[in-house]
T-cell receptor, first 114, second 115 residues
Framework: NAGVTQTPKFQVLKTGQSMTLQCAQD?????MSWYRQDPGMGLRLIHY???????DQGEVPNGYNVSRSTTEDFPLRLLSAAPSQTSVYFC?????????????FGDGTRLSIL | AQKITQTQPGMFVQEKEAVTLDCTYD???????LFWYKQPSSGEMIFLIY??????QNATEGRYSLNFQKARKSANLVISASQLGDSAMYFC????????????FGQGTRLTINP
């Protein structure tokens, strides 16, 4: 029972570098999302997807790209890392259907931008 | 726009006591759901309980219950007989049915259970 798997768990980048945070789920969930968690601000939605080939912006999308070529994978790309993107990133998934279905979260990626 | 407010940055409670964590929400959508998540120091997000806006009864899951007061737009989490393992951050979150993919979180409450 892997659930939602995020890699890497920790990463340090220099300003201006690019990287991709990986997210994979093995539950055949249609919906996937990326959140960032900053101190004192809770989790904020970056991008989300309701199925393969369909993505949309959340509350804080600037500086990030996503794509969804398969049901299982939903990578998050930082195009040119900035110190303001230092945060903990969570990927989540849930099945389509009744709205009472909770999000299943990965364990998070702690990202530091120097 | 939807908004969740958790006004208690930190709570300290003696073991075995009950504790109430406050959550108020704001939405103009009549159909929505409210969630509570627990985040222990290890960092993972653990789903605790759900309440739908049309649910007639308050949700319960073991030691967790949700005190849902629709007119006051509040959805407080009640933990009965607190345990040391309940020490964690707790987040209230809301999903409106029309934007079913979007989960809006509050700032969280850090709960510390003292022995």
């Amino acid at each position: 029972n892997a659930g939602v798997t995020q890699t890497p768990k920790f990463q340090v980048l220099k300003t201006g570098q690019s990287m991709t945070l990986q997210c994979a789920q093995d539950m055949n969930h249609e919906y996937m999302s990326w959140y960032r968690q900053d101190p004192g601000m809770g989790l904020r939605l970056i991008h989300y997807s309701v199925g393969a080939g369909i993505t949309d912006q959340g509350e804080v999308p600037n500086g990030y790209n996503v794509s969804r070529s398969t049901t299982e994978d939903f990578p998050l790309r930082l195009l040119s890392a900035a110190p303001s993107q230092t945060s903990v990133y969570f990927c989540a998934s849930r099945p389509a259907g009744p709205s009472n279905q909770p999000q299943h979260f990965g364990d998070g990626t702690r990202l530091s931008i120097l | 726009a939807q908004k969740i407010t958790q006004t208690q940055p930190g709570m300290f409670v003696q073991e075995k006591e009950a504790v109430t964590l406050d959550c108020t929400y704001d939405t103009s959508d009549p159909s929505y759901g409210l969630f509570w998540y627990k985040q222990p120091s290890s960092g993972e997000m653990i789903f605790l309980i759900y309440q739908g806006s049309y649910d007639q009864q308050n949700a319960t899951e073991g030691r967790y219950s949700l005190n849902f007061q629709k007119a006051r737009k509040s959805a407080n989490l009640v933990i009965s007989a607190s345990q040391l393992g309940d020490s964690a951050m707790y987040f209230c979150a809301m999903r409106v049915i029309q934007g079913a993919q979007k989960l809006v979180f509050g700032q969280g409450t850090r709960l510390t259970i003292n022995p």
